[in-house]
């Protein structure tokens, strides 16, 4: 006898997940969707299963702001263990080298660091998502097969030794998107002469949601067990995901015609590019950009009566 289908519901906003040890970003996206009984959801770029912390997730309307929270700024903290590499520079993978981990100064560190602040760039760990003609790096790996990577820029905006041990560092970064900690922590190893890879990694925030206060899965399950109003009580609005961004309200008039796909002209912006856009009553409408002639377009609106 099969099971009875699970009667979906639309659910609009985002939780602001503290994604558990041991699931990938994509299993903890399919339990909470499963537990909010959602129709359409989506997350917001890949954490690695040994990483815990933020991972936004876009329910309904709200998966159209999960490309600008993919693109943002993160925070990360690590703590790394000097003197052991391994095959995915974390504590999954398996041991390569062990080295003895030099006399280490705050002085002697903080060079280290000092080397890899501001615009860096980074040989993607084969161990990743990416992709080589079709296949995913990290399926590849698995197989024994090592591709060449290309370089990618990345930006490392802070870079700070909050606490060492002799063979440990707890560090704090601040950084781009498409920036890999795996191997940034593997570069400061070898830069130190012992090599080193993460044992713990916990992100903390990510533009515009700086020290966001995250739910848990256990959360979310008790929340579920009481039912839809519970779990809907902790959503976010889609416009707090670009809450950092310039706001244009609308009157009727404009927003009638920007809700038909025209571009509108509102006297006194200052300057082009995205804006988040209100109409009449506060409501969100969407997405839209300044353009060069004084225009607002409109990119990506919210459904009316789910702008959530």
Not at 98 to 104: D, H, I, Q
Not at 198 to 218: H, N, Q
Not at 281 to 293: A, H, N, S, V
Request: aromatic letters at 6%.
């Amino acid at each position: 006898m099969s099971k009875p289908r699970i009667q979906r519901r639309d659910v609009h906003g985002l939780i602001l997940l503290d994604k558990p040890v041991g699931y990938t970003s994509n299993q903890a996206l399919q339990r909470v969707k499963y537990l909010f009984k959602a129709k359409k959801a989506g997350h917001t770029g890949s954490l690695d299963p040994l990483a815990t912390g933020l991972l936004p997730l876009c329910f309904g309307e709200a998966t159209k702001v999960s490309a600008f929270l993919l693109d943002a700024d993160k925070q990360y903290r690590t703590v790394c263990r000097l003197g052991v590499t391994t095959t995915t520079a974390d504590a999954e993978g398996e041991v390569i080298e062990t080295l003895p981990v030099p006399e280490l100064d705050d002085a002697r560190i903080e060079a280290v660091l000092d080397r890899f602040r501001g615009p860096i760039e980074q040989v993607p760990p084969m161990y990743s998502a990416l992709k080589h003609q079709g296949q995913r790096l990290y399926d590849l790996a698995r197989k024994g097969r090592e591709v060449e990577r290309a370089p990618r820029p990345v930006t490392i905006h802070q870079l700070h030794c909050l606490a060492r041990t002799a063979d440990t560092l707890t560090l704090d970064v601040s950084c781009s998107k498409g920036t890999y900690i795996r191997t940034l922590v593997e570069d400061i190893g070898r830069a130190l002469g012992c090599g080193a890879h993460v044992i713990e990694l916990r992100r903390v925030g990510l533009t515009p949601f700086e020290a966001p206060k995250m739910v848990t899965l256990e959360q979310i399950e008790a929340l579920a067990e009481q039912g839809p109003e519970a779990l809907d009580a902790v959503l976010h609005p889609a416009d707090e995901a670009l809450r950092h961004w310039p706001e244009v309200r609308l009157d009727a008039d404009s927003a009638f015609y920007l809700a038909q796909g025209q571009a509108v002209f509102v006297p006194g912006l200052a300057r082009t590019g995205w804006l988040r856009v209100y109409g009449p009553g506060d409501r969100f409408m969407g997405i839209g950009e300044l353009q060069d002639d004084g225009k607002v377009a409109p990119k990506r609106l919210m459904i009316p009566s789910n702008s959530g």
